[in-house]
């Protein structure tokens, strides 16, 4: 089945410092991966829309300069969170599709998400 | 942004019971999906119903939709301690975007 690996799992990083998380598929190509951001005890919101190749597409109220995402490749996609501050910190989850997948009836895969603690 | 809410916010049945979530949205949809996600991990996707669709099942899930009403419900027969998780509807419209429900917290007691 199709696979998509997120990491890290946990990152704690200084107040001002950049990081980057990554979302691999793993056995399928994804031409479309999305980025949530979950706060604890609270749903996901999506914050952008990642197509290979071509600038992410962010929603509402979600700052592009803060949040860089790169979709240079069909398996790869990147958030880096930049200058974060504590507010910042929050579960970021990554979700893939893969249309034969979807074809057949089942959901995006999500990435096991990573967990930014800014200190 | 949040495409709609789900009732109960939380739910705590016994083991054996049956839980019946609710899922509401607002705009038109491709497919709507139910997820599953136990305490600070990934989502786990259950179920997957078409536009078109109806009802589906799997093993012990039960998905409904009913499209006019832009709505959907998960019943999970015969419910385990094992069940006990935050469960959340997604719809997926136009653009491929997936937009989550509330979630509901489900407990299963022993």
């Known amino acids: 089945g199709a696979v998509v690996s997120q990491h890290p799992s946990w990152v704690i990083c200084k107040s001002g410092t950049s990081v980057k998380i990554e979302c691999r598929s793993l056995?399928?190509?994804?031409?479309?991966m999305f980025w949530y951001r979950q706060f604890p005890k609270q749903s996901l919101m999506l914050m952008a829309t990642s197509n290979e190749g071509s600038k992410a597409t962010y929603e509402q109220g979600v700052e592009k300069d803060k949040f860089l995402i790169n979709h240079a490749s069909l398996t790869l996609s990147t958030l880096t969170v930049t200058s974060a501050h504590p507010e910042d910190s929050s579960f970021y989850i990554c979700s893939a599709r893969d249309p034969d997948r979807e074809s057949i009836g089942y959901g995006y895969t999500f990435g096991s998400g990573t967990r930014l603690t800014v200190v | 942004s949040q495409q709609g809410e789900e009732d109960p916010q939380a739910l705590s049945i016994q083991e054996g019971e049956n839980a019946t979530m609710n899922c509401s949205y607002k705009?038109?949809?491709?497919?709507l999906q139910w997820y599953r996600q136990n305490s600070g991990r990934g989502l786990v996707h259950l179920i997957l119903?078409?536009?078109?669709?109806r009802e589906k099942h799997s093993g012990r899930l039960r998905v409904t939709l009913d499209t006019s009403k832009k709505s959907s419900s998960l019943l999970i027969t015969a419910s385990r301690a094992a069940d006990t998780a935050s469960y959340f509807c997604a719809t997926t419209g136009g653009g491929f975007k997936t937009i989550f429900g509330a979630g509901t917290r489900l407990f299963v007691k022993a």
């Open positions: 705009t038109s949809i491709n497919n």
């Open positions: 056995d399928f190509q994804a031409t479309t």
């Open positions: 119903i078409r536009s078109n669709e």
